[in-house]
């Protein structure tokens, strides 16, 4: 990747306005266009969807498929620079994109984040370095590796090693029979069994990293998970243990440097009994893009995960964000816009709809809705990052947002 920034607003050696593209129309795929716009670039988006969120803000809207031809030839000649928002987009397009144009995360970065099996071997590498390791677990890709499972990795859960997000393809195991009735429920595709592990709570950490090398970290996360979706995020002093915390940073920057990663970076992290009274870390996987639970940067800190991966992707200078508000992100997720019989109103009634000018009228409160043409539950809709002065304002005012939203209250 190019060395040589890509001034904003400037014109391209092609003559046209300084252009970036993202392949993915999705939420994260707009804030990114939102964050790019705001300081002076043009957008393109690639994405099948004709209403797709980040599509309908986007200078130009590529409608095609992600391996269609003529599509990615479309995104290189608006383009002077290219990223995604999911780590799903298939590797030879990013192959074909990065012969052309400058690409980050390049293909093969995203390659590992996309099997479970490379990423765990990854993370393996980097444990000498970072003194943080995944799991105990074992890949099941033939009847015999399946035979070969050590039985010291049960109970365990098996999670297909592609394809899998917010809890979808992943069984929870007992034994044996279960770990091989699992393996038949989940088609018998590539898999890892992992041994469970004595979870005490979750936490995840965003980098942003240049093609020069320099690395940038965002405050540590905690996370809490309903049902395998995200549901808040906490950041502020206490969150998560001041010496963990140092750790999972240091750990998340030798992944990014390890990869020779370019752009925003975001790996998730268990925080498990150690068995001696006290806690250490594991690590859990990554995500080759902005992520869920760094939503909170857009309203606490004075440079967001967004503009970050604008910058990484530009080739422009990394300053260390910093947090000026505690913070806790609430994601908004479809079944807020259903009854509690999980029904919405009829096409001649008063569409469902939460209870924003209650919500908004806390101090505090920013809210941030996606686009999305139809609600469905489990469907990620928007979020809303609380700020406050102090740790006991912003919980007092997620508390009550919480309430207002019928949502479960803070741990």
Known sequence: MSLKPLLPGALSDRGQQMTLGVMGGGQLGR???????????????????????????????????????QGLAQLMQRCDAITTEFENVPAPALITLGAHRPVAPSANCVAVAQDRIQEKAHFVQCGPVSGVYPAPYAAIETPELLAAV???????????????????GQVRVKNREELAAAWDKLGRVPCVLEKLMPLQSECSVIVARGADGQVV???????????????????????????????????????????????????????????????????????????NSGHYTQNACDLSQ???????LAGLP?????????????????????????????ASEQPLSPPWAQVLALPGTNL?????????????????????????????????VLALLGLPALG
């Not at 808040?232 to 990663?261: C, F, K, M, W």
Request: proline share 7%.
């Open 31 to 69: 804030m990114f266009v939102q964050a790019a716009q705001a300081m002076g670039y043009f957008t393109a988006v690639l994405d099948p969807d004709p209403a797709s969120p980040a599509g309908l803000v986007a200078h130009w809207h590529i409608d095609t498929a992600y391996d269609d031809e």
């Open 368 to 400: 941030h809705l996606y686009g999305k043409l139809s609600a469905r539950p489990g469907r990620k809709m928007g979020h809303l990052n609380i700020t406050g002065a102090s740790v006991a304002q912003v919980r007092e005012t997620a508390t009550k």
């Open 217 to 291: 970290a965002f405050p540590v996360q905690k996370n809490t998970h309903h049902d395998g979706i995200l549901a808040i995020t906490e950041v502020y002093d206490g969150a998560v243990p001041a010496d963990l915390a140092a750790r999972a940073q240091a750990s998340t920057v030798a992944i990014a440097n390890h990869l020779n990663y370019v752009g925003v970076l975001c790996v998730e992290y268990f925080v498990v009994d150690n068995g001696k009274g006290g806690s250490d870390l594991i690590v859990n996987e990554m995500a080759p893009r902005p992520h």
């Open 318 to 346: 990394l300053p260390p964000p910093r947090q000026h508000s505690p913070a806790i992100m609430v994601n908004l997720l479809g079944d807020l816009w259903f009854d509690a019989n999980g029904v919405r109103a009829q």
């Open 306 to 312: 967004f503009e970050a991966q604008v910058r990484a």
């Open 150 to 168: 050590p039985a010291d990795l049960l109970p365990g859960i098996v999670k297909t090693a592609r394809l899998g997000y917010d809890g979808k």
